[in-house]
Every structure is written in structure tokens, then in C-alpha cells.
């Protein structure tokens, strides 16, 4: 697996992440968990990405990293969640980097973004600033901001975050030509979220959950053609070679779905006519927003 310099940060990063916001709920064990992060490891996936929000992703990777805690970049998501403060403050952004060390089962945090806010919270300066406390305090390496939109791109001109994260996968290419070339040529990480679309070919009709529903909606209008390759293999070669990406994150609780993508990520860029191609058919479509 390939590893990347995450922008100018001083980390390095798996160009396949795992998102592990799959196993947040019952029908994931400890032991499923366990092996899921020793294929992980196996594979050359060093990136993990959890969040406050994944239920009890922290807590479960926190028990799975004993022992090989040093062999990831771990990577979360702090700003709501912490009974007693009001969400997006100060004190609350504080609280929460230190509950999820403790979660986490870790003295240091590698990565850890403001969870999808909006710009006028970034531009209050209470949360920016207590998450530059922490990394001051030397609990966190590297500030970052996961989003989309005026509020990512105002993340990646404020100098205050290391990387972001946001959408980028063949029916997310928003901000490409934007917020992802901005951070490219600022030195930030990027690391692009729903690397897989949601994998919208999956269904047959319309399914229920409403961003994977509007990712089916861009998946039908695209009428992409997959050419004799499989669309896991498509997007995450889109995803993950995207000029200013550093990570492509699939999302998974799967071991068998992990090393499929990991093989993808392995086979290098798309060749250049598909991926004119994947452009050309966004182009087209008028553009759709970022899905957060
Ligand atoms: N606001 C935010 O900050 C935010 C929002 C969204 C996502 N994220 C991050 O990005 C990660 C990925 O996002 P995501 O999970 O929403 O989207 P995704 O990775 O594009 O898609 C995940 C879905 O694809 C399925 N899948 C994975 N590999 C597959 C394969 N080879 N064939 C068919 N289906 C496959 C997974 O099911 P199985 O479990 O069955 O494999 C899961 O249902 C998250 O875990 C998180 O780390 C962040």
C-alpha cells in the first residue's frame, strides 16, 4: 500500500483509510472489529477515521489498537456530543478531545477535525482556537476540518488547519476544481470522504437513506459505463489518485470489501480516457453540491 505525506504535516498516510463509521452499532462484535483492524493492518491501511458520532466506533477501536496503537494514524472527530456543554463551543471541542483519548485508549490523537459545522461557527474562533489548544497541549498532531462547501473552503484559506476532509468520489466531484486544489497548492491533507459514493450500484432502486439516495439519484443521471472493470474498483482508482487527495476513505465494516479496495488502490490511477470520461460526465450534469 502505498504511503502518502498527508499536505505538509510531517504525517504520512495509507493512500487507502479506513472509515469506520460502519462499525458504530449491535451487529458489530469486538471480534469483528479486531479483525477487521489486523486485515487493516495486513493490507497496509494504516489510516483509521472514526467520529464522536459512529456510535461505539471510538470505544471499539480503542480496545482493537491495544498493543499496535503506534502502527495507525488515528484519525477523529470532536465539536457536539459531550453531556453537560453546549455543541459547538469552546469548552465542548476541549471536553471532547480528551473523551475521545479516553475512548481511543491514547495519549495522542493524530488527526482531529471540527465535525462538519458551518462557516459562521469556524469564523466565532472559539472552536478553531480550542482545537489549537489541544494540539498545542500536544493531545492532537494535526487540526483539521471535515465538510463541504463555503465552510470547507473557508477552513482551507484560514491557515488554521493542517487537512480537511470532504466528498470526492465519481458522483462527488464538487470540489475537485475548488477546495481540493486550494488545500493541494496551500500544503494542506486531504483526505476524500465517501471514497466509494455510498457504492450506489448496489441498488436496484431508489434506497431509503436520503445521501445515499441523492448518490444513487447522481449515479443514474451520470449513466456512467464501467468498461469491464468493477465500479468498487472504479471509484476508489478515481477517488484515491485524484490530484490533491492524500487518502481516499471507503467506508466498511467488511475485511473481504477492505482488501477489494486495497487491490484497487494497488492497480494506480484510472487510465486517461475513463477518467476524461468520469470528468466529462460531471461536467455535463450542471454539478451537484457537496454531499456532507
Ligand atoms: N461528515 C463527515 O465527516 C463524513 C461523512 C461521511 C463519511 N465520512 C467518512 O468517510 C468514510 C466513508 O464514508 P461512507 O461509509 O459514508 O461511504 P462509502 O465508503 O462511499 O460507502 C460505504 C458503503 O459501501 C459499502 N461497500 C464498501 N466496499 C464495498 C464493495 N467492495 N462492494 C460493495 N459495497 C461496498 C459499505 O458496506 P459494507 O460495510 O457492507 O462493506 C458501505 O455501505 C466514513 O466511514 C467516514 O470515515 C465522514
Same mark, same amino acid.
Given at each position: 500500500?502505498?504511503?502518502?505525506?498527508?499536505?505538509?504535516?510531517?504525517?504520512?498516510?495509507?493512500?487507502?483509510?479506513? #472509515?469506520?463509521?460502519?462499525?458504530?452499532?449491535?451487529?458489530?462484535?469486538?471480534?469483528?472489529?479486531?479483525?477487521?483492524?489486523?486485515?487493516?493492518?495486513?493490507? =497496509?491501511?494504516?489510516?483509521?477515521?472514526?467520529?464522536?458520532?459512529?456510535?461505539?466506533?471510538?470505544?471499539?477501536?480503542?480496545?482493537?489498537?491495544?498493543?499496535?496503537?503506534?502502527?495507525?494514524?488515528?484519525?477523529?472527530?470532536?465539536?457536539?456530543?459531550?453531556?453537560?456543554?453546549?455543541?459547538?463551543?469552546?469548552?465542548?471541542?476541549?471536553? #471532547?478531545?480528551?473523551?475521545?483519548?479516553?475512548?481511543?485508549?491514547?495519549?495522542?490523537?493524530?488527526?482531529?477535525?471540527?465535525?462538519?459545522?458551518?462557516?459562521?461557527?469556524?469564523?466565532?474562533?472559539?472552536?478553531?482556537?480550542?482545537?489549537?489548544?489541544?494540539?498545542?497541549?500536544?493531545?492532537?498532531?494535526?487540526?483539521?476540518?471535515?465538510?463541504?462547501?463555503?465552510?470547507?473552503?473557508?477552513?482551507?484559506?484560514? =491557515?488554521?488547519?493542517?487537512?480537511?476532509?470532504?466528498?470526492?468520489?465519481?458522483?462527488?466531484?464538487?470540489?475537485?476544481?475548488?477546495?481540493?486544489?486550494?488545500?493541494?497548492?496551500?500544503?494542506?491533507?486531504?483526505?476524500?470522504?465517501?471514497?466509494?459514493?455510498?457504492?450506489?450500484?448496489?441498488?436496484?432502486?431508489?434506497?431509503?437513506?436520503?445521501?445515499?439516495?441523492?448518490?444513487?439519484?447522481?449515479?443514474?443521471?451520470?449513466?456512467?459505463?464501467?468498461?469491464?472493470?468493477?465500479?468498487?474498483?472504479?471509484?476508489?482508482?478515481?477517488?484515491?489518485?485524484?490530484?490533491?487527495?492524500?487518502?481516499?476513505?471507503?467506508?466498511? $465494516?467488511?475485511?473481504?470489501?477492505?482488501?477489494?479496495?486495497?487491490?484497487?488502490?494497488? $492497480?494506480?490511477?484510472?487510465?486517461?480516457?475513463?477518467?476524461?470520461?468520469?470528468?466529462?460526465?460531471?461536467?455535463?450534469?450542471?454539478?451537484?453540491?457537496?454531499?456532507?
Amino acid at each position: 500500500m502505498e504511503q502518502r505525506p498527508l499536505g505538509t504535516t510531517g504525517l504520512r498516510v495509507s493512500a487507502l483509510g479506513l #472509515g469506520a463509521g460502519r462499525i458504530s452499532g449491535p451487529e458489530t462484535s469486538d471480534g469483528d472489529v479486531d479483525r477487521l483492524v489486523g486485515r487493516a493492518l495486513d493490507l =497496509g491501511v494504516t489510516l483509521l477515521d472514526t467520529a464522536r458520532s459512529y456510535g461505539l466506533s471510538e470505544e471499539r477501536l480503542g480496545r482493537a489498537l491495544a498493543g499496535r496503537r503506534e502502527r495507525v494514524v488515528l484519525s477523529t472527530k470532536v465539536g457536539y456530543g459531550v453531556p453537560g456543554l453546549p455543541d459547538w463551543t469552546g469548552p465542548c471541542v476541549a471536553a #471532547g478531545v480528551d473523551a475521545a483519548l479516553a475512548r481511543l485508549r491514547t495519549d495522542r490523537l493524530d488527526l482531529v477535525h471540527l465535525h462538519s459545522c458551518g462557516r459562521e461557527v469556524l469564523e466565532g474562533g472559539e472552536v478553531v482556537e480550542a482545537l489549537l489548544r489541544a494540539v498545542e497541549a500536544g493531545k492532537v498532531r494535526v487540526a483539521a476540518y471535515a465538510g463541504e462547501g463555503e465552510a470547507l473552503r473557508w477552513a482551507v484559506r484560514s =491557515g488554521a488547519f493542517g487537512a480537511v476532509q470532504c466528498s470526492v468520489s465519481a458522483v462527488d466531484q464538487a470540489e475537485l476544481d475548488g477546495a481540493v486544489a486550494e488545500a493541494r497548492a496551500g500544503g494542506l491533507g486531504v483526505l476524500g470522504k465517501r471514497a466509494l459514493g455510498n457504492a450506489p450500484w448496489r441498488f436496484e432502486s431508489r434506497p431509503p437513506e436520503p445521501d445515499v439516495a441523492e448518490a444513487w439519484d447522481r449515479f443514474q443521471a451520470l449513466g456512467l459505463e464501467p468498461g469491464g472493470l468493477a465500479w468498487h474498483e472504479i471509484f476508489l482508482r478515481f477517488a484515491a489518485f485524484a490530484p490533491g487527495v492524500s487518502a481516499a476513505l471507503v467506508g466498511t $465494516a467488511s475485511p473481504e470489501h477492505l482488501a477489494e479496495a486495497a487491490r484497487a488502490a494497488e $492497480a494506480g490511477p484510472l487510465d486517461a480516457p475513463r477518467l476524461s470520461a468520469l470528468r466529462a460526465a460531471w461536467r455535463a450534469s450542471g454539478g451537484w453540491g457537496g454531499r456532507v
